[in-house]
């Protein structure tokens, strides 16, 4: 994959980066948000446009990305809904490489497994970048915090071996110390290959008031 200096601001931004620049299959699992809304996010990115603008029409357009489809009258249509259209015409191609899986209360690893071979299979491509939002739902929650996110990441690790795949699992900080640097998170993942922290930017809040 070629590389590059990326802003992020969220683990599904990283992806669609990725996937854009690269043509490669993406697959976005998700405990939170549903795949019209994730698609909706990116829409939004793309063009500019607020969120709640897209959602207004989004059933005339998300179709083709798994949304089912409504008809809507054109005069339902925001202004800036062509801007919209050509952004998901241009962005057309590398969406398609997107899959955005909607993950059920109990999915697990070896659930999450099943689907990267789906896609491998349909795809029949072995490259591929999987990313897990809220991977902490993963793991058994009769264990301590600490043992939980040596299994997940023991699993996930098993996984990036044996399919040669890049995998991002993304999860809050749910320990009690309020320490969140790299230092202190691999003393809790140790088998990760690579830790990124991501902490709240004080300037955004304060230019917010």
């Given at each position: 994959m070629r590389k590059g200096?990326?802003?992020?601001?969220?683990?599904?931004?990283?992806?669609?980066?990725?996937?854009?620049?690269?043509?490669?299959p993406g697959i976005f699992?998700?405990?939170t948000e549903s795949k019209k809304e994730l698609r909706i996010k990116t829409?939004?990115?793309?063009?500019?446009?607020?969120?709640?603008?897209?959602?207004?029409?989004?059933?005339?357009l998300l179709h083709r990305y798994g949304?089912?489809?409504?008809?809507?009258?054109?005069?339902?249509?925001?202004?800036?809904?062509?801007?919209?259209?050509?952004v998901a015409e241009d962005a057309h191609?590398?969406?398609?490489?997107?899959?955005?899986?909607?993950?059920?209360?109990?999915?697990?690893?070896?659930q999450i497994e099943e689907q990267i071979q789906?896609?491998?299979?349909?795809?029949?491509?072995?490259?591929?970048?999987?990313?897990?939002?809220?991977?902490q739902r993963l793991g058994p929650v009769n264990q301590p915090i600490?043992?939980?996110?040596?299994?997940?990441?023991?699993?996930?690790?098993?996984?990036?071996?044996?399919?040669?795949?890049?995998?991002l699992a993304v999860w809050p900080e749910l320990m009690e110390e309020t320490k969140s640097s790299p230092y202190a998170w691999s003393d809790k993942t140790p088998s990760a290959d690579v830790i990124l922290v991501m902490e709240t930017d004080l300037r955004a809040k304060q230019k917010a008031h």
């Amino acid at each position: 994959m070629r590389k590059g200096v990326t802003h992020v601001g969220s683990s599904e931004t990283l992806l669609d980066q990725i996937v854009m620049q690269n043509s490669v299959p993406g697959i976005f699992f998700s405990f939170t948000e549903s795949k019209k809304e994730l698609r909706i996010k990116t829409l939004s990115r793309l063009s500019g446009i607020e969120s709640r603008e897209i959602r207004r029409g989004s059933a005339y357009l998300l179709h083709r990305y798994g949304v089912p489809k409504r008809t809507v009258a054109a005069e339902e249509l925001p202004p800036s809904w062509e801007k919209v259209k050509k952004v998901a015409e241009d962005a057309h191609r590398w969406l398609e490489l997107l899959y955005l899986i909607e993950c059920p209360r109990h999915m697990n690893i070896r659930q999450i497994e099943e689907q990267i071979q789906e896609v491998t299979r349909t795809r029949s491509s072995d490259q591929m970048i999987v990313v897990i939002d809220d991977s902490q739902r993963l793991g058994p929650v009769n264990q301590p915090i600490r043992d939980y996110f040596t299994n997940i990441t023991e699993q996930l690790q098993s996984i990036v071996v044996n399919r040669n795949i890049p995998v991002l699992a993304v999860w809050p900080e749910l320990m009690e110390e309020t320490k969140s640097s790299p230092y202190a998170w691999s003393d809790k993942t140790p088998s990760a290959d690579v830790i990124l922290v991501m902490e709240t930017d004080l300037r955004a809040k304060q230019k917010a008031h």
